[in-house]
C-alpha cells in the first residue's frame, strides 16, 4: 500500500516557467489537499478538493491551480513561477473531513 | 479567523524524562479537531494524536497524551520516556467542523530535541 505518493521530489525552475507537481493516493480517500511549507513555518493549505470534480481554494491559492478529474488523482499546476513560490509542497489525503490527513513525502521547489 | 499558536520555538529533553509541549488555538467554535503532527528530518509528516473538541477525556497514543482545555483554549502534547526517535518538528493544527477555505490551520512549530 503506497498510501501518498507524489513526484518530483527536488525541482528547479526558473522565473516565469510552469509546471505540475503531481500527487496520487490509493486509499481511495475523497478528501484532498495541497500544503506549502515555507522555512521555520508551519503547512498552509493551497487548495484542497472535497471529491473529484470538486475543488475550493484554501489560504494562499495565488499563482496555482489545480484539477481533481479522479478519486486518485490531485495535480498541482504552477504558472509563471516566482521566488516566493520556493518552497516545500506536500499534498496529502483523508477519508473524511475531520480525520486523520496522510501526507505524501514532499516536493523541494526551488525557483530561481 | 483561526489561529494556532506554539509558544515554544525550540525545547530539549533528555532521554527517558518527560516533556510538555504547548499549543493554544484561537477560535468561536464550539466543535472542531485538534491534532499534533510529527515531522522528523526525513520531513514525512506523521500524525502523532487526535482529539475531538465535544470529548471531554484527553486523547492518549502509547507514551503521547494530550492536556485538552477548552475553555482555556489549550491542547499541550506530553511525550513521556522520551525517546532519540521523538527528536522533530512537532505541529499543532485545528481543523473547523465544516469547510471554509481553511480547513486545517497549523501552528509554527517547535523543535524538539531528545538528548542522549
Known amino acids: 500500500n503506497a498510501g501518498v505518493t507524489q513526484t518530483p521530489k527536488f525541482r528547479i525552475l526558473k522565473i516565469g516557467q510552469s509546471m505540475t507537481l503531481q500527487c496520487t493516493q490509493d486509499?481511495?480517500?475523497?478528501?484532498m489537499y495541497w500544503y506549502r511549507q515555507d522555512p521555520g513555518m508551519g503547512l498552509k493549505l493551497i487548495y484542497y478538493s472535497v471529491g473529484a470534480g470538486i475543488t475550493d481554494k484554501g489560504e494562499v491559492p495565488n499563482g496555482y491551480n489545480v484539477s481533481r478529474s479522479t478519486t486518485e488523482d490531485f495535480p498541482l499546476r504552477l504558472e509563471l513561477a516566482a521566488p516566493s513560490q520556493t518552497s516545500v509542497y506536500f499534498c496529502?489525503?483523508?477519508?473524511?473531513?475531520?480525520?486523520?490527513?496522510?501526507f505524501g513525502p514532499g516536493t523541494r521547489l526551488t525557483v530561481t | 479567523a483561526q489561529t494556532v499558536t506554539q509558544s515554544q520555538p525550540e525545547m530539549s529533553v533528555q532521554e527517558a524524562e518527560t516533556v510538555t509541549l504547548s499549543c493554544t488555538y484561537d477560535?468561536?467554535?464550539?466543535?472542531?479537531?485538534l491534532f499534533w503532527y510529527k515531522q522528523p528530518p526525513s520531513r514525512q509528516m506523521i500524525l502523532v494524536i487526535r482529539?475531538?473538541?465535544?470529548?471531554?477525556q484527553n486523547a492518549t497514543e502509547n507514551r503521547f497524551s494530550v492536556n485538552f482545555q477548552k475553555a482555556a483554549k489549550s491542547f499541550s502534547l506530553k511525550i513521556s520516556d522520551s525517546q532519540l526517535g521523538d527528536t522533530a518538528m512537532y505541529f499543532c493544527a485545528f481543523m473547523k467542523p465544516f469547510w471554509g477555505n481553511t480547513p486545517l490551520v497549523f501552528g509554527k512549530g517547535t523543535r524538539l530535541s531528545v538528548i542522549a
Open positions: 477560535t468561536s467554535e464550539n466543535n472542531y479537531y
Open positions: 482529539q475531538e473538541a465535544y470529548k471531554q
Open positions: 496529502a489525503s483523508s477519508y473524511s473531513r475531520g480525520d486523520e490527513q496522510y
Open positions: 486509499m481511495n480517500h475523497n478528501y
